[in-house]
């Protein structure tokens, strides 16, 4: 029998086993040659107790025999898999001949297997492998973890860093205050109609907020004109998507919203800009803003219009389904116009402008 130091066996005792056979004897055998071994366990007899255990306590490691009433051990895992994934369990077998098949195994993430013996020197190797590698999953688990929280915390000040720039556009440009806001929320219903992944609707809601951030770049004397722009200052204009490109690419971590702030103006037909792409070569979520874009602006007063009636707006898109609109993306803010007319007005209550 192996001996271990006391600082060894300390060591040992962090780990919590659990150990399931309907033979008590078993049970006592494995206490007494655990507990010499530095390892502490609790014995369970009825399978159904120790899914209960396992249910309401933390355990590292469990040892599991295959052979057991009322319950086979494939069956204790099975139900133990639906609720805890990470518990490594060590099949035992009375017979090499009666362990399950190999498939059966796999699928229940079975980590090991061990033919019950008096010595259990065999199941001693196998405890101290588990505990290795539940050591190494708990040193990868905490790296995973910091460098969560370090990327959130960048996100966060990049993020916060960006809405200085966008307020600094809205406070100096009146249309453009709480219009990126209500972009940001329709582009949301529209990809929640769509049926879009949670992924997808994120990227929606930051890129809504940010598509107009090239307007930083464009002077005053221009952005806040009243009369009719001239062509070379409309030019002008149409250069905050490339500016808002070169402002947003800078982080890494918002790679996935460039393509909304860069060709959130390009048209369906390919007369938009900057890039005179078309169709399905103008990226998804571009064609989705491109849309809620739109609505706002037209339902927005503006310095030479009023905010145009909401049927005149819905027809509007209707007839520029395949021409300036993605026919599938504007088939879907109609019907959240037919069907959650509400959460339109309140968008607009929220955020006016």
């Given amino acids: 029998m192996r ?3 006391k600082e060894a066996e300390g060591n040992n005792r962090e780990y919590k086993i659990i150990a ?9 055998s494995l206490s007494v040659f655990l507990k010499h071994s530095g390892y502490s366990l609790v014995g369970v007899t009825d399978p159904y107790v120790a899914i ?8 590292d490691l469990m040892l599991l025999d295959f052979m057991m009433t009322p319950i086979h051990g494939d069956t204790v895992v099975e139900e133990i898999r639906k609720f805890n994934k990470e518990l490594y369990i060590i099949l035992l077998t009375g017979h090499k001949d009666l362990v399950p098949p190999l498939e059966t195994i796999k699928k229940l993430s079975i980590q090991a297997y061990c033919e019950k013996e008096d010595k259990f020197d065999q199941l001693l190797l196998l405890i101290e492998s588990a505990f290795k590698s539940i050591d190494q999953m708990k040193m990868i688990k905490e790296i995973n973890d910091k460098l969560a929280k370090s990327q959130e915390q960048l996100e966060k000040a990049y993020l916060e ?3 200085i720039l966008r307020y600094t556009v809205e406070a100096k440009d009146s249309y453009t205050r709480g219009h990126s806001d209500r972009v940001s929320a329709f582009s949301v219903l529209i990809g929640e109609e769509l049926g879009l992944f949670d992924k997808d609707i994120r990227t929606l809601k930051i890129g809504g907020l940010f598509h107009d951030i090239g307007k930083i770049g464009i002077p005053d004397t221009i952005l806040l004109k009243k009369a009719n722009l001239t062509e070379d200052e409309y030019n002008e204009i149409k250069k905050h998507p490339s500016i808002g490109k070169q402002i947003i690419s800078n982080a890494t971590i918002f790679r996935d919203i460039v393509p909304i702030v860069y060709y959130h103006h390009e048209r369906y037909d390919g007369k938009g800009y900057p890039t005179h792409i078309k169709g399905k070569d103008i990226p998804f979520l571009a064609r989705v803003v491109a849309v809620a ?3 706002d602006a037209m339902t927005s007063r503006r310095s030479y219009r009023d905010e145009l009636d909401f049927e005149i707006v819905k027809e509007t898109i209707r007839k520029c389904k395949g021409s300036q609109f993605d026919p599938e993306v504007a088939d879907a803010f109609l019907r959240v116009l037919d069907n959650k007319f509400d959460k339109i ?4 209550t929220k955020f006016p402008g």
């Fill in 20 to 28: 399931v056979d309907d033979e008590i004897g078993i049970i006592d």
């Fill in 345 to 348: 007005k309140e968008i607009k």
């Fill in 161 to 163: 860093t960006i809405e």
């Fill in 3 to 5: 001996h271990l130091s």
């Fill in 52 to 59: 209960e255990k396992v249910k309401k306590e933390h355990y």
């Fill in 293 to 295: 874009d739109a609505f």
